[in-house]
């Protein structure tokens, strides 16, 4: 199990930016995907962002051209800066890491690890 602590949300006007950091408990090099999800009252989580191993990244089409994705190997870090907020992306967001990600094989139930999330609020 990988532990993931999530940072830096916080409450921030339309326009406006925030950057959030995910920290891991172990090598994220040896992680086949970290990604940043997010949560509405009452919904399922929702792929914002994904990092794989080799550098491959992919956007949700709702924040294509606003949100970033960047990792931090040696500090077993992966980032989330957001820029363009609007209100419609108060969320809980929360940091993931696949460990069987793109694999042929289901893997094992307990292939993904979740951080406790972190609130991002925008209004004005």
């Known amino acids: 199990q990988v532990q993931l602590v999530e940072s830096g949300g916080g409450l921030v006007r339309p326009g406006g930016s925030l950057t959030l950091s995910c920290a891991a408990s172990?090598?994220?090099?040896?992680?086949?995907?970290m990604a940043w999800y997010r949560q509405f009252p009452g919904k399922e989580r929702e792929l914002v962002a994904l990092?794989?191993?080799?550098?491959?990244?992919k956007y949700a089409d709702f924040v294509k051209g606003r949100f970033t994705i960047s990792r931090d190997t040696s500090k077993n870090m992966v980032f989330l800066q957001m820029n363009s907020l609007k209100p419609e992306d108060t969320a809980v967001y929360y940091c993931?890491?696949?460990?069987?990600?793109?694999?042929?094989?289901?893997?094992?139930?307990?292939?993904?690890?979740w951080g406790q999330g972190t609130q991002v609020t925008v209004s004005s």
């Open positions: 172990e090598s994220i090099f040896s992680i086949a995907a």
């Open positions: 993931n890491a696949d460990l069987w990600y793109g694999s042929s094989f289901p893997g094992p139930a307990n292939r993904h690890s």
């Open positions: 990092i794989t191993m080799d550098d491959n990244i």
